[in-house]
């Protein structure tokens, strides 16, 4: 049975179709990417399924409920969890107090009382700790704990972003362009990363432009073009359509 499955989505924005009558399913266990040109409505798509948005019309089912609609936070406690295509770090903080805010924002109700109780480490922060410190390891960042998030070189905040969105326990992960901007080393170290959050159980939809990463990893890719469905399919299936070629792929 699919994980996420979405029916005739759409979304308008003044005269804009960002997203036109879409339909797709996500499977347990596969990383899923979704590709298409600038501006083609993919991350209109996370903001739909991760409830910024109300689409216009349309359903999204998580398992068999329906969450088109629902609030972001009931959303992370329902599983979902997401980074940003601009990086949302608090530069202020360290790195592992990055991650800790993940954690209370979406599994704690009452950030505030933890904030006030701060000098007080409870068993629970304890245990939330401990837990951090695994998912910093997980992403390779085992030796920036308690290192300034500012200190920190781009291509290791990209990735501390995805060790906070897993400090809420996702079933699925949404990752917004986790490799723009990076090098080519720090793209391999995002797909390493990627690789290991997927066998750790956790289902991944990758939204990327950069294609060596998505068609080496992706069990499945969904292709946008102006908000509609262009192709879907394996990495071979896509990469050899003609309409994907045409619209897309011959641009790169
Ligand atoms: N809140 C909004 N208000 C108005 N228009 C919007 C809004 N969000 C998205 N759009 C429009 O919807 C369309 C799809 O935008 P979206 O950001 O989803 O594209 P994208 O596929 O993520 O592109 P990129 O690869 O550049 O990130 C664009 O025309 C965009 O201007
Ligand atoms: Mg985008």
Excluded: W
């Excluded at 704990?145 to 920190?152: E, G, M, N, R, V």
């Excluded at 896509?238 to 011959?250: F, I």
Aim: with cysteine; hydrophobic share 45%.
């Amino acid at each position: 049975m699919s994980l996420l499955r979405v029916e005739n989505l759409s979304i308008q924005f003044g005269g804009v179709q960002a997203i036109q009558e879409l339909d797709f399913e996500i499977s347990e266990g596969t990383i899923h990417s979704i590709i298409g040109p600038n501006g083609a409505g993919k991350t209109t798509l996370f903001n739909l399924i991760t409830g910024l948005y109300r689409p216009s019309a349309g359903a999204i089912y998580l398992d068999d409920a329906q969450i088109a609609g629902k609030r972001p936070h009931d959303l992370a406690r329902m599983g979902l969890s997401r980074t940003f295509q601009n990086l949302r770090i608090m530069m202020n903080m360290t790195a592992i107090e990055n991650v800790m805010v993940g954690r209370h924002l979406h599994l704690n109700r009452n950030l505030l009382a933890c904030m006030l109780r701060l000098p007080m480490i409870t068993r629970a922060d304890k245990a939330a700790r401990k837990r951090c410190i695994e998912l910093m390891d997980l992403v390779g960042l085992g030796g920036a704990i308690d290192a300034d998030a500012s200190a920190l070189p781009y291509g290791a905040l990209k990735r501390l972003e995805i060790a906070r969105a897993l400090a809420s326990e996702p079933r699925l992960l949404l990752l917004d362009e986790p490799a723009a901007g990076l090098n080519a080393r720090e793209t391999k170290e995002i797909d390493d990363v990627i690789a290991t959050v997927a066998r750790a159980g956790v289902t991944v939809v990758l939204v990327e432009h950069d294609m060596k990463l998505v068609m080496g990893i992706s069990d499945h890719i969904l292709v946008l073009d102006h908000g509609r469905k262009l192709a879907e399919g394996t990495p071979d299936a896509v990469r050899n359509n003609p309409a994907v070629v045409a619209a897309y792929l011959g641009q790169v």
